[in-house]
């Protein structure tokens, strides 16, 4: 049996392994935070588990966050990428994020 992962919510993560999941967990927990860091520990994610859709979809919202449309774009074709083996609710959110009308979308304002 393998094991499995959580998020800090205890939702079941899609990580092929620990390293992973801590790295993509102290993502989140600093961009949640609006702390720096978090574009390390989400690249530390996907060098542990370069398959783990939910790493390229939080960095892809950080490039976003920081202005960086380009790699934001790069992040989101790989995440979608990176679907098979991934739990419904990632799913799910993989796929909202990466909504035109929701992430990485140039917006006009006028």
């Not at 620990?18 to 978090?38: P, Q």
């Amino acid at each position: 049996m393998s094991a499995t992962y959580e998020d800090r919510y205890g939702l079941p993560l899609s990580a092929q392994g620990r390293e992973a999941a801590e790295h993509y967990r102290e993502g989140i927990d600093r961009a949640l935070a609006l702390s720096v860091g978090a574009q390390v520990s989400l690249e530390a994610a996907i060098a542990a588990d370069a398959d783990f859709a939910m790493s390229h979809i939080a960095l892809a919202r950080e490039f976003q966050y920081r202005g960086n449309i380009a790699a934001a774009q790069t992040s989101k074709l790989q995440a979608l990428q990176c679907m098979e083996g991934v739990t419904r609710r990632e799913r799910q959110h993989i796929e909202a994020l990466a909504r035109p009308s929701t992430v990485m979308a140039p917006r006009r304002w006028h």
